[in-house]
């Protein structure tokens, strides 16, 4: 099961360069003994095929689910926006423009939140999976960004999508099509268009409880943990 193939080269120096290089060694003996591959999203196959040197190995979709239970305890929605993903250095800069373009209180959840320093933005630190599923459910809109853009394998959107919040996303070279057929989020492909999604959903209702509904039931069909299972259990039939 591949839910990141590793380093690209030229993403860094020397170091990550020989790192990746490990990583593809790695891979093809991996591949060599391998007789079937489960990838978190498609775009997988095309990084990973060439290093089974010709190997007709079967790759297959495995639908990764969330791993945030949705608690049961009442959260009633007390934050306009909430953002749950990364906090490394390019996504902070994204953060930041977001924050300064929305200018309406934003949540941060998840571990590094607590290294944002902006006067949009509380932050939650850590937390255990019920408070955060709580924390979540006290957001209107949930939004994300991803460098490489959103995914199958974002345990952070899929944690937005099984708690029915409505969610604003942005799209990159792994987004599958699925999340633009669906209409299940909103896609941006930048901080300034996400910031235009939001503000739209803020400014209605309906169509926040109709992104978030398509989000859910998305989850439902293609994510949830009885889907991974059914997989795995036709297979081994």
Known sequence: MVHEPGLGFGEGGFRHDAVAVVHRLMTAMLLRKAERVWISTPAWEARLRPWAFGRSIPFTWLPVPGN?????????????????????????????????????????????????????????????????????????????????????????????????R???TNEGKFTEPIWRQSGAVRLASDASGMAIQLDLLMRDTVATRTVAQAGNRLYNEQFALNNTIRRLMAVSR
């Open 68 to 164: 945030i239970p949705v608690s049961t305890t009442y959260a009633p929605s007390s934050h306009p926006l909430g953002y749950f993903g990364q906090y490394d250095g390019r996504s902070t800069a994204v953060l930041n423009e977001l924050l300064d373009r929305i200018q309406a209180p934003v949540l941060l959840l998840g571990r590094g939140s607590e290294r944002i320093r902006h006067k949009w933005a509380t932050s939650s630190g850590s937390l255990l999976p019920e408070a955060l599923s709580q924390a979540i459910q006290s957001c209107e809109i949930m939004c994300h960004w991803y460098p490489d853009g959103v995914s199958s394998r974002r345990g952070t959107v899929m944690a937005s999508l099984s708690h029915s």
């Open 166 to 168: 409505a969610v604003v």
